[in-house]
Nanobody
Framework: QVQLIESGGGLVQAGGSLRLSCAAS????????MGWFRQAPGKERSFVAT????????AYADSVKGRFTISRDNAKNTVYLQMNSVKPEDTAVYYC?????????????????WGQGTQVTVSS
């Protein structure tokens, strides 16, 4: 069982930066691929970024490529999402998720554990 707790959300102006963190419980964090997803009001949950268990591989949605960076610190059981040059369309609840496999994956149905989400609001 893995528990995930996101933090770092808030209100930011367009063009600004924000860093989300996701702290995981348990001793198996380093064997799980991790992902960030988001859900905007009235929309379905969508993929943002994913990282392999070792941290050596990453992938991004086209909408955030070049602006967001996913990383992890396995010694701290934490995954991060650095968000730069944010836009109003990045406004959403952001969720981190853990996949009980070492390889990354952009499909949310591959993830077994989810955090409660953190709100990110980008003002124009």
């Amino acid at each position: 069982q893995v528990q995930l707790i996101e933090s770092g959300g808030g209100l930011v102006q367009a063009g600004g930066s924000l860093r989300l963190s996701c702290a995981a419980s348990g001793r198996t964090f380093s064997t799980y691929a991790m992902g960030w997803f988001r859900q905007a009001p009235g929309k379905e949950r969508s993929f943002v970024a994913t990282i392999s268990a070792s941290g050596s591989s990453t992938a991004y949605a086209d909408s955030v490529k070049g602006r967001f960076t996913i990383s992890r610190d396995n010694a701290k059981n934490t995954v991060y999402l650095q968000m730069n040059s944010v836009k109003p369309e990045d406004t959403a609840v952001y969720y981190c998720a853990a996949r009980p496999r070492r390889t990354m994956n952009p499909n949310d149905n591959e993830y077994a554990y989810w955090g409660q989400g953190t709100q990110v609001t980008v003002s124009s």
